[in-house]
């Protein structure tokens, strides 16, 4: 059972969330949160395994919310759920370590699927989004140099970038799911990243993969 906690300061929204998502046998909303800081309170409170989040509230918007949610319970899932198409919000959501973005345009059917994919520690990003990832590139060099990834590590980057969960990569590279779960594992602690949205942003900033072409 995923345990579900929304965020979000229409009361309408939340009602009609709320509402679809109890038909749904293994989701449970266990809490809700109409501002950024009660949302921080109730995740104490409710402990859900995924969160739900809204971005523009009061006193506190979700970037900032999850910027403090991940460093107080990294194993929490935060799936934003927003209106906002911006390049700064996306982009800021994700480096707080935001688990997935989708624009509340996205049907019901791939909000649940979303929800269940994050849970299993998985990222995503509406498909317009991911076009704006994929054209973005940093100014900014990193200062250092990052420990050098192994061919195999770089191997699996690129599935990660192509969107493949563990078992699809597993399957592309004849290894088994419990070995890319440790080379995914290495591949974050050597880029110092927390998530799979993260790593995607990374790699494709840094050039350390290759880039399908958008049209």
């Known amino acids: 059972m995923i345990k579900l906690m929304l965020v979000d300061d229409h009361a309408i929204l939340r009602d009609g969330l709320r509402n679809l998502l109890e ?10 949160a109409i501002s950024g800081e009660e949302a921080v309170f109730k995740v104490k409170e409710c402990n859900p395994d995924v969160v739900l989040m809204d971005i523009n509230m009061p006193k506190m918007n979700g970037v900032e919310v999850t910027g403090i949610l991940k460093k107080l319970y ?15 919000y996306f982009m800021a959501a994700i480096r707080e370590g935001a688990d997935g973005y989708l624009l509340k345009d996205a049907p019901f059917d791939q909000v649940i ?6 849970a299993k520690g998985e990222s995503v990003i509406h498909p317009s989004m991911t ?10 060099n990193q200062e250092g140099e990052d420990q050098a990834l192994t061919e195999r590590e770089k191997e699996v980057l690129q599935c990660l970038v192509d969107g493949l969960s563990n078992k699809e990569i597993a399957e592309v590279l004849f290894i088994s799911d419990k070995t890319v779960k440790i080379h995914v594992s290495k591949i974050f602690k050597k880029l110092n990243v927390k998530s799979r ?18 049209t």
């Open 23 to 32: 038909i749904e046998s293994d989701i449970q909303v266990v809490g809700e």
């Open 197 to 214: 949205s993260q790593v995607v942003i990374y790699a494709v900033q840094h050039q350390l993969v290759n880039l399908p072409e958008t």
């Open 113 to 118: 699927d979303a929800i269940r994919t994050v």
């Open 131 to 140: 076009k704006k990832l994929l054209s973005f590139h940093q100014q900014k």
């Open 74 to 88: 990294p194993e929490k899932k935060i799936l934003v759920l927003t209106m906002h198409s911006h390049d700064e």
